[in-house]
């Protein structure tokens, strides 16, 4: 099961965006509150929108109760953000990889949080991706994956939450072979895809790994 969740956060090419949702194969796309005025402008029609709806615009609300979309609708005062409300609603129905779409921009506080929340979808046995014009982010935990791209790409790789310990990174222009990467230290930033996949693995701990596009 894979679903598209949309966010109100910055998207400025929606010509992309859409040809990302359009041919993405989701079997379920929600929209995140605000996120349902992206979705209009990109002619997509949801299957649920979630949230306070303190940011959608009424006409967009009209428009689509006419198309059946599901609403959810939430208090402005609640423990959960929007995103957290799309999150569980995905889990809810089944979704083995999630990916967030109008993650970044805007708000600095916004981002970090969406970002993150990487580390709260995976701890749910859901693999998460953000996807924006410029990038996309992927989390490892205690785990190896491959990301895809063309020889040149440019991958950073960042611990969160604390040290990561155990780094092999394969196919990169600045390999590592089981190294402990410090927290508080940028030193996988801007590394360059050799091939046109690379392979990540951490023993221990959490990375961040984002792919410029």
Same mark, same amino acid.
């Given at each position: 099961m894979k679903i598209c969740i949309i966010l109100n956060g910055e998207i400025k090419n929606y010509d992309y965006i859409n040809s990302v949702v359009v041919t993405g194969s989701y079997d379920y796309i929600i929209c995140s509150d605000g996120g349902a005025n992206h979705a209009y402008s990109m002619n997509i029609v949801p299957d649920y929108i979630i949230g306070? +709806?303190?940011?959608?615009?009424?006409?967009?609300i009209e428009y689509y109760k006419s198309k059946k979309v599901k609403f959810e609708k939430f208090p402005t005062k609640k423990d959960e953000t929007d995103t957290e409300l799309c999150i569980e609603l995905s889990d809810k129905l089944k979704a083995k990889e999630i990916h967030l779409i109008g993650a970044l921009g805007g708000r600095i506080d916004h981002t970090i949080a969406n970002i993150n929340l990487l580390y709260y979808i995976r701890k749910r046995g859901i693999t998460p991706k953000i996807i924006s014009e410029k990038e996309e982010i992927y989390i490892a935990m205690d785990?190896?994956?491959?990301?895809y791209g063309e020889i040149g790409d440019i991958i950073s790789i960042l611990p969160i939450k604390n040290d990561a310990k155990g780094v092999t990174l394969n196919n990169l222009e600045?390999? +590592?072979?089981?190294?402990?990467?410090?927290f508080s230290r940028p030193l996988g930033i801007s590394n360059v895809m050799t091939d046109v996949n690379c392979s990540i693995k951490v023993k221990e701990g959490s990375l961040i790994i984002i792919k410029n596009i």
């Open positions: 306070d +709806l303190d940011s959608v615009n009424e006409n967009i785990e190896e994956i491959t990301i600045y390999p +590592l072979e089981d190294y402990d990467m410090e």
